[in-house]
């Protein structure tokens, strides 16, 4: 993509989650997971009407993605909602239809069928993960938890079926064990993860169109040759905390473009719905290695360049 894509703002919330319509039988056969973080596809298209059993849009959906587990007549139907922290286990899932049916057909979106999130509800733990697919439909990926409580898990997918569009789908895992919350780290301009230093220049704004730029430095020194990773320098994923609304982004430009370089700094347009905290996770890609950088902001209507005056419109940009 050759322009920014704006998150589509959205109005309403989901007060609670609920459970999956349908019980499943095992899958036959072992699973295996691709163990590297995913990217995934755009997310700036409106959310798919949600229809009914039989298949008739009943309302405008405006609700966040990944705030619902079923939507447009698609369920997410996760087999195993519970775990034990500190051990190696396996996630199972799947996605049905509106007739009950384990969907076995995907538009591939960025070189895969489906990519999964995985997100504590402290918004401290977060995965990027590539599920394998059985021949009936089920989904699966090992998956160890490092600490208990609650966790959400998005499966984004876009169903092989004429006029699907894409769906991001929501639903609550718990890891048992002995829980202690920990404090949200507190907003800060730099991160580090690894010998990796991330720089946010940008404030996130509800309503507001704005530009993000993520800076990357290795050791004090720029990093001017990132890799493409599924087809971009960056992929920023921002989760809202207390309710975890998921919103997705890509950046500005693209690899082979001719004007977007390969780093040290890349750039997204973003809009958040409402004011309040996210959490933002960068991956990006150098030296053969994928690496999550995150961030904790506030979204604030005060933040930032005072509002535009009446006829203008600051760095929000029309796609």
Do not use: C
């Not at 109005?11 to 039988?25: D, E, H, I, R």
């Not at 049916?101 to 999964?116: A, D």
């Not at 895992?173 to 946010?200: N, Q, R, W």
């Not at 320098?233 to 989760?239: D, M």
């Amino acid at each position: 993509m050759n322009t920014g894509v704006k998150i589509t703002a959205f109005t309403a919330a989901l007060a609670a989650t609920f459970a999956a319509a349908y019980g499943v039988g095992a899958a036959t056969g072992p699973l295996t997971s691709d163990p590297e973080p995913a990217a995934h596809a755009k997310h700036n298209r409106p959310a798919s009407p949600d229809r009914s059993a039989g298949g008739h849009s009943s309302h405008a959906d405006t609700t966040p993605a990944g705030l619902q587990i079923s939507q447009a007549g698609y369920t997410l139907d996760l087999k195993t909602p519970r775990l034990t922290a500190g051990e190696k286990n396996e996630l199972r899932f799947a996605i049905r239809d509106q007739e009950g049916r384990q969907v076995t057909t995907y538009r591939r979106e960025h070189g895969k069928e489906l990519h999964l999130i995985l997100a504590s509800r402290d918004l401290i733990t977060y995965r990027h993960l590539h599920p394998t697919r059985a021949a009936d439909g089920t989904w699966s990926t090992p998956l160890t938890l490092p600490a208990a409580g609650s966790y959400r898990v998005f499966a984004d997918f876009t169903p092989a079926t004429e006029g699907a569009t894409n769906l991001t789908l929501g639903a609550d895992l718990a890891a048992s064990g002995t829980y202690k919350a920990p404090a949200l780290p507190e907003p800060a301009a730099t991160t580090t993860v690894d010998d990796y230093t991330v720089t946010l220049d940008g404030d996130l704004r509800p309503g507001k169109a704005v530009e993000l730029t993520l800076t990357v430095n290795r050791d004090g020194r720029p990093v001017t040759d990132l890799q493409p990773y599924l087809g971009a320098y960056g992929h920023l994923v921002a989760l809202r905390s207390g309710d975890l609304a998921y919103l997705h982004v890509h950046p500005n430009g693209e690899p082979g473009d001719g004007t977007t370089k390969p780093g040290p700094s890349i750039s997204f347009t973003a809009t958040a719905p409402s004011a309040g905290t996210y959490r933002l996770f960068l991956d990006f890609q150098h030296n053969g290695t994928v690496r999550t950088a995150a961030f904790t902001v506030q979204a604030d209507r005060t933040a930032g360049a005072p509002e535009p005056a009446d006829g203008e419109e600051h760095g929000n940009h029309q796609h």
